[in-house]
Nanobody
Framework: QVQLVESGGGLVQPGGSLRLSCAASTSMFSDYDMGWYRQAPGKQREFVARITIDATDYAASVKGRFTMSRDNAKKTVDLQMSSLKPEDTAVYYC????????????WGQGTQVTVSS
């Protein structure tokens, strides 16, 4: 069982920045592809960003504004969010994806990001 704990959410004004972090409990952290997803009220959960073994991908809506990074030694992934917009308001979830090697997937509990003046 892998535990993922997100942190760093909060209230920020439009145009501002916020940095989310996700800490994982597994010693196999480097084996997992890691991702960030978000869910706004009344909407389905959607992909935000992902780091795989050989690439980093972003949703079109955040490309150029968000940057995802990982530190395998610390077993963490970060999501640096800049030029935030009200439509970025959502609960942000961290995901550990083991499907590439037939392993399980895990979700964190989520952290709220609110972009409002």
């Amino acid at each position: 069982q892998v535990q993922l704990v997100e942190s760093g959410g909060g209230l920020v004004q439009p145009g501002g920045s916020l940095r989310l972090s996700c800490a994982a409990s597994t010693s196999m952290f480097s084996d997992y592809d890691m991702g960030w997803y978000r869910q706004a009220p009344g909407k389905q959960r959607e992909f935000v960003a992902r780091i795989t073994i050989d690439a980093t991908d972003y949703a079109a809506s955040v490309k150029g504004r968000f940057t995802m990074s990982r530190d395998n030694a610390k077993k963490t992934v970060d999501l640096q969010m800049s030029s935030l917009k009200p439509e970025d308001t959502a609960v942000y979830y961290c995901r550990a994806d083991g499907s590439r090697w037939g392993g399980p997937n895990y979700w964190g509990q989520g952290t709220q990001v609110t972009v409002s003046s």
